[in-house]
């Protein structure tokens, strides 16, 4: 009697509550995951680079609501739980779960242990973008979690941009293929969920993701299958960021969009 072998599913994050509800809902289906840890990029080099594509001005009011953002995180305990509880998630590091730490997803040492694994699948959730020759080294399929409505929502924020374009309808969350665009892959599977009133820019990306651990859990037992099932992104495709401070600040009081 010959016994399968469970195939390994490696998941790279740059840590956080989200991405654990995801490892947590993969590993409890699947088993047999690993987590690639990447640092977290510097504040300095990520207001470099957005001050380089948007300007000085957008650039520090968009970090400013970063800044609020963490600081709101604080009081937002109650609905926190409540999302936990409705969903039925868990958000607690599990000791069982092999932790690889790794500068960057995008290292030689990152590939190589990727490869070294030979995974079935590799899934990503709040990590950085893989470079063309990151994706082209990866011997298997990689998808990406994605809290936002693709291809309309892609990049950051993509609830809170919803709520603000009235189009609660896009409110939800996307897994799809990986590609060298920012969440321009093919798609697998989409979930839509409607925020409480309760819910803020703080707790949106918490409620996609833990509503959304099924569509997480269906792409990867189709990857694990061989029975990927992508379709095109069909809409107007635009890539969001975080809201500079002021225009936050203006949806919030003028339309209660916080």
Not at 98 to 109: K, L, Q
Not at 141 to 162: K, S
Request: net charge positive; glycine share 6%.
């Amino acid at each position: 009697m010959t016994s399968t072998a469970i195939p390994q599913i490696i998941i790279v994050t740059a840590g956080g509550r989200n991405p654990q509800i995801l490892i947590n809902a993969i590993e409890s289906r699947f088993g047999n995951v690993t987590v690639l840890l990447e640092q977290p990029e510097s504040k300095k080099l990520f207001l470099k680079r957005r001050i380089r594509k948007l300007g000085l001005i957008t650039a520090s009011g968009q970090f400013a609501t970063m800044v609020a953002s963490k600081f709101g995180k604080r009081f937002t305990g109650k609905r926190t739980a409540d999302i936990l509880r409705q969903y039925d998630v868990d958000d607690r590091e599990n000791p069982a779960v092999p932790v690889i730490a790794v500068d960057s997803v995008n290292t030689p040492e990152a590939i190589e242990q990727i490869r070294a694994k030979n995974p079935a699948v590799v899934f990503l959730v709040s990590c950085r973008m893989l470079s063309a020759a990151t994706l082209s080294a990866i011997p298997c399929p990689v998808i990406n979690f994605h809290a936002g409505i693709n291809p309309q929502y892609r990049g950051l924020m993509g609830g809170y941009w919803a709520r603000v374009e009235n189009d609660e309808a896009n409110f939800g969350a996307t897994v799809h293929l990986v590609d060298v665009g920012v969440d321009t892959g093919d798609i697998l599977y989409q979930s839509r969920i409607t925020p409480s009133k309760s819910d803020t820019m703080h707790t949106y990306p918490l409620l996609q993701t833990a509503a959304s651990t099924d569509i997480a859990i269906r792409a990867v037992e189709d990857a694990l299958s061989g029975n990927l099932k992508p379709l095109p992104a069909k809409g107007n495709s635009r890539q969001w960021y975080h809201p500079p401070i002021w225009t936050w600040l203006w949806n919030g009081v003028t339309r209660g969009i916080w």
